[in-house]
């Protein structure tokens, strides 16, 4: 158990639909990383946030967006889903941000399909 | 541009040896990461080399070459459960991680 936690675990919707995914870090992490896997692909950076700002952004499209809470959890939206969204959503947390190399430890995941 | 290369898929025996190779082309260089991925499941982290050499762990040992942008995870007397995904990440300049696309190992009774 990496300590990074994701719900929901699966999610299915419907093309056009908008859906939330929810991330909470490691206790003490500031960093949290979105990743995209599609099946047997391998992973596609989205999106990081550290300490509430975001401070990276890899290929998210602009129906995705996402932001960082006072409390560290962080959503991921996904709006007007067509089918070649799904796939399995990582969010992974870390310490540092900037300013060092630290691992990323990953979440469980969330299955989305869309149908 | 920034890009990591690594094998699509490699057989290996049970019980048997076998080395994974990473070519990587970063921004800069802060490390060189391998994380495990079993299929369905979230990437779980191996190992990290920042300097020259080999780092063992165990039965899995890392190896990098900073002149040559080379990595190689190298497995040893392997296992059914190490059939997974291996997957090498280069932390560039601003210490973000460039990620391949991961070897699929298959392991042979």
């Known amino acids: 158990d990496s300590g990074v936690t994701q719900t929901p675990k699966h999610l299915i919707t419907a093309t056009g639909q908008r859906v939330t995914l929810r991330c909470s870090p490691r206790?003490?992490?500031?960093?949290v990383y979105w990743y995209q896997q599609s099946l047997d692909q391998g992973l596609q950076f989205l999106i990081q946030?550290?300490?509430?700002?975001?401070?990276a952004k890899g290929n998210i499209l602009e129906r995705f967006s996402a932001q960082q809470f006072p409390d560290l959890h962080s959503e991921l939206n996904l709006s007007s889903l067509e089918l070649g969204d799904s796939a399995l959503y990582f969010c992974?947390?870390?310490?540092?941000?900037?300013?060092?190399?630290?691992?990323?430890?990953f979440g469980p995941g969330t299955r989305l399909t869309v149908l | 541009g920034q890009n990591i290369d690594q094998p699509t898929e490699m057989t290996a025996t049970e019980g048997a040896i076998v080395q994974i190779n990473c070519t990587y082309q970063?921004?800069?260089?802060?490390?060189l990461f391998w994380y495990q991925q079993h299929a369905g499941e979230a990437p779980t982290f191996l190992s990290y080399?920042?300097l020259d050499g080999l780092e063992e762990k165990g039965r899995f040992s890392s190896f990098l070459s900073r002149s040559k942008g080379y990595s190689y995870l190298l497995l040893k007397e392997l296992q059914m459960k190490d059939s997974a995904s291996y997957l090498c990440?280069?932390?560039?300049?601003?210490?973000?991680?460039?990620w391949g696309a991961g070897t699929k190992l298959i392991i042979k009774p």
């Open positions: 992974a947390s870390n310490a540092r941000g900037q300013g060092g190399a630290d691992t990323q430890y």
């Open positions: 990440a280069g932390m560039d300049s601003n210490y973000q991680l460039i």
């Open positions: 946030y550290y300490n509430g700002e975001e401070r």
């Open positions: 206790s003490g992490d500031l960093s």
């Open positions: 970063t921004s800069g260089f802060n490390g």
């Open positions: 080399n920042v």
